[in-house]
């Protein structure tokens, strides 16, 4: 059975999630809604009338793809409407959004989902199913450096890789430091440390200053150290019997397997990945 869903903000977050949608069998991409309206071809009705849009589409669940500064507004708008919510981009202004949305979700008694698209990343899922074959993980470093990031760098990147540390290793983290280096009163640099509660270390650095675009991680387990790429789709292990190069199928985009893994979680509530507005506070709050 389908699944009714509806997007709102076409900018370019809105028409990436479209453009991933409409080739899904499982969802029906039954109306966009986009304030400014739109000029842009579409299979399906671009409304610039956000009750027309509810009225005439009727979703049963909405991507929001509006910027941060829109993000509790729209959803404050969007809660009155369906039960399902996935927030597509979650940069919020500040921990007091994410606060807010998280009493009307409960008052209103809405699921709200977070897309860190990262964990979708299909290194990241030849990653996993790798490290499972070990006995043991000691350390995991992540580098990440994107320069395209125009807000805080701690919403752009450290919150999203917070989390992907966390995901790979399966493990809440017991104790937690950072440093930061700022210039023009923004911070661009930060290196976080933090250890998890299976004793697993970890190495965060990230950068909005770098002039290259890297995002790599390094994983050091009792068989070897595996070294992903998460840009190019490259992963391999260098072990006591040299290197051994492993697959990664980069077929699959991020926002395709977000919602194969959403549709998996509305139809059996196997929850495989998706973040919840909890766990967005709880990294939030390591910061303040």
Do not use: W
């Not at 926002?255 to 919840?276: A, D, H, P, R, T």
């Amino acid at each position: 059975m389908k699944l009714k869903i509806g997007i709102v903000g076409f900018k370019d977050v809105g028409k990436a999630h479209y453009s991933e949608l409409r080739r899904l069998n499982k969802f029906d991409v039954c109306g966009i809604y986009d304030k400014d309206g739109a000029s842009e071809f579409s299979r399906v009705e671009i409304y610039g009338d956000f009750s027309k849009f509810i009225d005439e589409a009727k979703p049963e669940i909405i991507v929001i793809c509006v910027d941060e500064s829109e993000i509790l507004a729209t959803f404050n708008e969007c809660v009155k409407f369906v039960k399902n919510i996935i927030i597509a981009t979650p940069i919020f202004k500040s921990i007091n959004d994410i606060r807010e949305i998280k009493y009307n979700a409960n008052v209103n008694k809405i699921n709200v989902y977070l897309a860190f698209n990262s964990i979708f990343n299909q290194t990241i899922t030849s990653l996993k199913r790798a490290i499972c074959r070990d006995d043991e993980i000691y350390s995991v470093d992540i580098f990440h450096t994107d320069f395209n990031v125009k807000r805080d760098i701690i919403s752009g990147l450290c919150v999203f890789d917070i989390y992907l540390a966390k995901f790979i290793t399966n493990s809440e983290n017991s104790g937690f430091s950072y440093a930061f280096l700022s210039k023009n009163n923004q911070i661009n640099n930060t290196h976080i440390n933090f250890k998890t509660k299976n004793q697993i270390l970890i190495s965060i650095i990230n950068s909005i200053s770098s002039p290259i675009l890297g995002f790599n991680i390094r994983v050091s387990t009792s068989s070897g150290v595996y070294f992903a790429d998460m840009i190019s789709f490259k992963l391999h292990q260098i072990n006591p019997n040299g290197q051994i190069n492993l697959k990664v199928n980069s077929d699959d985009s991020e926002i395709k397997m977000l919602y194969e893994n959403f549709y998996e979680f509305m139809q059996n509530g196997e929850k495989l990945g998706l973040v919840s507005l909890d766990e967005m506070i709880k990294i939030k709050e390591l910061f303040v």
